[in-house]
């Protein structure tokens, strides 16, 4: 495509209209910037739960619904990542909507009456499009309730809302490394949180539970998140981390309250991880799609509860493998006959999905929905949090012994 596409010129308008567009106006724009290029489109965004994808009002195809991931050619093209072309009636295309490598929902595209969907300047100019959707989409969330509220199929708890506001997003990726995470169930969370963060080469990540459920739990969480970023930000080590967490959560309450946790550094040049592990479930390593071995090193007592021993244990990670995270209520999830989800079958699904070659972002979710459909309501009440780190062979590419 030429400076001069059509394409390129609906993308130019695009980009201007977005500096003062209220988020509800977002599907409007992308038809009117479409429109000259005789296509429609609906714009779909993936709900909370990673079950549905949710139509925004004001798109101006036919009247949508939502549609599911599990069962849709549409939900295909978004666990794939792919454009896929639906013969209809009426013929279309399924264009996945990212930012980065944050899977957000789709852009349904329908063409002018004997369009070639195969033509291969409408599928760039299309993903043209939908890549800069996702940027808007991302951008334009925290100045309206609309974007949010599309991806919604009930309300949300305060304490569920309050967490949500604090996480990064679900998916980050470089070159040679990926980041996934997801947190289940998405409306009533209780303390389970997540985080990581790129500086120079070395991603630091954390993985937490507060005890308890609800809005205390939550908030025990949210005090040992800000610490931790706070910590990090003024280049404190793990030790510093750990301990400036303890010493803020025993300041906030005298109920001898605390947080399970993972805190680690990973160097993306050389594969070492530092770790230390808080009375929290072990992390796997997942080498060319088996897990290897769980990390036991470095154990101290949970945040909060003060513990001055200060070790740290490294592990040294290969080139392909991949680390998951995970909190207790993923493994002591209990179906009808209260037998627990565990750690054997974690691992043993984790195995099998990452051999189907579908993203980390589909890995984590598909290990989440079976979670969930293991957990009898009878024992529902923990939070199921996972967080998925690959370390591409890419990384090893002039890397020093």
Known sequence: MSASDPWHRALADLVSRSHRLPPDELPVAVDDVLRPLGVTSTLYLVDVEQRTLRPLPGSGGPPAEPLSIDSSLAGRAFTQVEVHVGHGPPPRLWVPIVNGTDRLGLLEVYATAGADLADETLWDGCRLIAGLVGHLVTSKSSYGDCLQRARRSRPMEVSAELLWNLLPP?????????????????YEVGGDAFDYALNGGTISLAILDGVGHGLPAVLTTSVALGTLRAARRAGADLTATARAIDEAIAGMWSDSRFVTGVLAEFDTRTGLLRYVEAG??????????????????????????????????EAQLEPGDRLLLHTDGVTEARDAAGEMFGLSRLADLAERQITSGLPGAEILRRLTHAVAAHRDAAFAGDDATLMLIEWSAAAAEGSEP
Do not use: K, Q, S, Y
């Not at 796997?284 to 945040?303: C, E, K, S």
């Open 170 to 186: 679900l998916t980050f990726a470089t070159a040679d490394t990926t980041i996934n995470a997801l947190l289940e169930p998405a």
């Open 280 to 313: 929290h479930p072990p992390p796997v390593v997942l080498r060319r799609g088996r897990a290897v071995r769980t990390l036991t090193g470095a154990r101290r007592l949970p945040l909060g509860l003060g513990d001055e021993r200060g070790a740290v244990a």
